[in-house]
């Protein structure tokens, strides 16, 4: 005698269900690490370079965990440097008294000798130049639109 049945119902739901989240993550896993990407590229792009150093202390992280996926563009070091030309600095600074090299002396070249500056107060005028912000801000209907894609697209294989 052949029998044969299906299994309906809860259970097939069941499967279902258990499998949407993998899907999913893997979906999105994708886009965010494609999108990090391209805003790393961005940032570069639009980021003062007149030494390079601020280009070299730039990367792109990418982290996942049991219940998180996320990508970031940050800086590395000199994080107060960044800062004043992300946000601008026009704040009066104090500058301690120190000593440093000095091989000139009214235009007149000298031989280098040690001197001691005494403490002053200095007033940058830097403008700001959002780098980090404006490439978010120019990128965020692009990424709502790939991850809302992801999503859908996780939710039609189900």
């Given at each position: 005698?052949?029998?044969?049945?299906?299994?309906?119902?809860?259970?097939?739901?069941?499967?279902?269900?258990?499998?949407?989240?993998?899907?999913?993550?893997?979906?999105?896993?994708?886009?965010?690490?494609?999108?990090?990407?391209?805003?790393?590229?961005?940032?570069?792009?639009?980021?003062?370079?007149?030494?390079?150093?601020?280009?070299?202390?730039?990367?792109?992280?990418?982290?996942?965990?049991?219940?998180?996926?996320?990508?970031?563009?940050?800086i590395t070091s000199d994080f107060g440097k960044?800062?004043?030309?992300?946000?601008?600095?026009?704040?009066?600074?104090?500058?301690?008294?120190?000593?440093?090299?000095?091989?000139?002396?009214?235009?007149?070249?000298?031989?280098?000798?040690?001197?001691?500056?005494?403490?002053?107060?200095?007033?940058?005028?830097?403008?700001?130049?959002?780098?980090?912000?404006?490439?978010?801000?120019?990128?965020?209907?692009?990424?709502?639109?790939?991850?809302?894609?992801?999503?859908?697209?996780?939710?039609?294989?189900?």
């Open positions: 005698m052949d029998i044969q049945y299906a299994i309906e119902g809860d259970r097939v739901a069941g499967l279902r269900f258990e499998q949407f989240p993998q899907r999913l993550r893997a979906r999105l896993e994708a886009a965010i690490q494609e999108l990090t990407e391209r805003l790393y590229a961005r940032v570069i792009g639009a980021e003062p370079d007149r030494t390079g150093k601020l280009i070299g202390d730039t990367v792109e992280v990418f982290r996942e965990g049991d219940n998180y996926i996320s990508g970031r563009v940050r960044a800062a004043a030309l992300e946000y601008g600095a026009h704040n009066p600074t104090k500058v301690r008294a120190h000593e440093m090299s000095l091989n000139h002396f009214w235009r007149r070249a000298v031989a280098p000798r040690m001197v001691m500056v005494g403490a002053y107060t200095r007033t940058p005028n830097i403008a700001e130049r959002r780098f980090l912000r404006g490439s978010l801000e120019a990128m965020r209907p692009e990424i709502e639109a790939e991850l809302q894609a992801a999503i859908a697209e996780a939710q039609a294989e189900t």
